[in-house]
């Protein structure tokens, strides 16, 4: 009885200590690699556009395609923009919105929201359109703007949901500014 | 007829069962986003994926080799010992394989909270153990931009298979004294 004891005391001892030990033994050199895989480097190299084939610390690059689809009806601006994806993982752009600024006045003019979400393989560009909704200026623009056939507007308050990460980008973020056209404009 | 502890097979085989199931699905799995970052945790393989680049820690896998011997050690002492339950030595059977799963399963779970409250800590990062939350990380020398995740996690079936494990294995040695009792005449 008292052997069987000994052989399962055993048996506890040398499963528990015997992984442990030879893991110790194995990265006897290098402690840290114990506790940090290479693969961690990899992954740092990606988010910081090191590797990859897309790689690059661009940042993402959004450009306008064609001329505006513009109605005047709803008042709805339809502009198709193209999303290059600038990391080394593919990415779905799933949402962005934000409001359109009157530059001149600082003033709410419109809202601007992705029409549909997007995925972008590692290094590709895809395009969206993103569509701008003027009806919440009709006042503003109306008012002071009559005279304009045009409209100096820029996006802020944007969020962006990518992969199910969303970034909420403040005013000095987003300085793009652009010019739409005044659907209020009397001449 | 030879009594058998059904408790202690039922319990043996299925450790064994389990053992090999959670080498594929994990107990516990945890994901960042849509995927971008995850985690898949059991105590016999842990790995961990980031941004399509899956990897396990060293340490963490000689531990998961510790729980997989452990548990295996178990099993087979609970199959052996409940086909031959009146045994002199069948009482040390029982007593080293009955607790194994239990414990494991009770510092599998002891371990994920005690991550989770290191995390809150240290990274200010709040982990469910279960249910999807929303968290809010801070980027270092940067500013106007807030970066919000929605984090997901929750025991999978193989956890639960775990737990009926454990308690098929308890109720093993609460009914050996039925099996094991010398019948008076």
New interface residues.
């Given amino acids: 009885?008292d052997k069987?004891?000994l052989i399962?005391t055993l048996?506890?001892i040398t499963?528990?200590v015997v992984?442990?030990v030879?893991?110790l033994l194995?990265?006897q050199g290098n402690l840290v690699?114990?506790?940090?895989?290479p693969?961690?480097n990899?992954?740092a190299d990606?988010?910081s556009g090191g590797g990859g084939n897309g790689g690059g610390s661009d940042g993402p690059q959004v450009e306008p395609v064609g001329p505006p689809e513009i109605d005047p009806v709803s008042h709805t601006i339809r502009q198709s923009i193209a999303f290059k994806n600038p990391?080394?993982?593919?990415i779905?752009l799933?949402s962005l919105s934000g409001d359109v600024q009157c530059v001149e006045h600082d003033a709410d003019v419109g809202v601007a929201s992705l029409e549909d979400s997007v995925s972008i393989p590692a290094g590709e560009t895809r395009t969206a359109i993103l569509v701008i909704n003027m009806e919440k200026g009709e006042n503003h623009l109306k008012s002071l703007h009559a005279t304009e056939e045009n409209v100096e507007v820029t996006l802020v308050n944007v969020s962006v949901d990518i992969?199910?990460?969303?970034?909420?980008?403040?005013?000095?973020?987003m300085d793009q500014r652009m010019e739409i056209p005044n659907f209020w404009y009397t001449g | 007829m030879a009594k058998i502890n059904w408790f202690g097979f039922a319990g043996g085989v299925t450790t064994i069962v389990m053992i090999a199931v959670s080498m594929v699905y994990p107990w516990w799995r945890l994901t960042v986003g849509d995927g971008l970052l995850t985690a898949n945790a059991s105590p016999v393989n842990t790995n961990f994926g980031a941004l399509g680049t899956s990897f396990s820690i060293p340490f963490i896998w000689a531990l998961n080799v510790v729980s997989l011997l452990t548990l295996l050690a178990s099993a087979v002492a609970m199959l052996i010992y409940s086909v031959i339950p009146g045994k002199s030595y069948s009482k040390q059977l029982l007593n080293f394989g009955y607790k194994k799963p239990l414990f494991i399963v009770v510092f599998f779970v002891v371990g994920l909270v005690v991550t989770m409250l290191i995390c809150q800590t240290v990274l200010s990062l709040s982990i469910p153990l279960m249910g999807s939350t929303t968290s809010t990380l801070s980027i270092p020398f940067v500013s106007g931009v807030n970066i919000t995740v929605l984090l997901s996690a929750g025991f999978e079936w193989s956890f639960w298979l775990a737990v009926v494990g454990a308690a098929l294995c308890i109720a093993a040695r609460l009914y050996h004294k039925k099996v094991a009792a010398v019948p008076r005449v």
Avoid: C, R
């Fill in positions: 009885m069987i004891k399962l048996i506890t499963i528990t992984p442990l030879g893991a194995a990265y690699g114990l506790f940090v895989p693969e961690i990899e992954i990606k988010f990391v080394p993982f593919d779905t799933k992969s199910g990460i969303q970034l909420q980008l403040d005013q000095n973020q």
